[in-house]
């Protein structure tokens, strides 16, 4: 993860690739993603030990 954080910036700054600056905003907007994401992740964990 760290590594291509690093890649991505040295990127951006040579101007190989265009991004946005981090904002707020941007977390706001993606913030029920994680939410779904572990809701998924513990109800199929769930489901798998019903099962047996």
Do not use: W
Not at 22 to 50: D, Y
């Amino acid at each position: 993860l760290t590594v291509s954080i690093a890649i991505l910036y040295t990127a951006r700054s040579f101007n190989i690739i265009r991004f946005p600056h981090f904002s707020e905003n941007v977390v706001n907007k993606i913030m029920p993603l994680p939410m779904f994401f572990f809701g998924n992740l513990l109800f199929g964990l769930a489901g798998t030990q019903a099962t047996r």
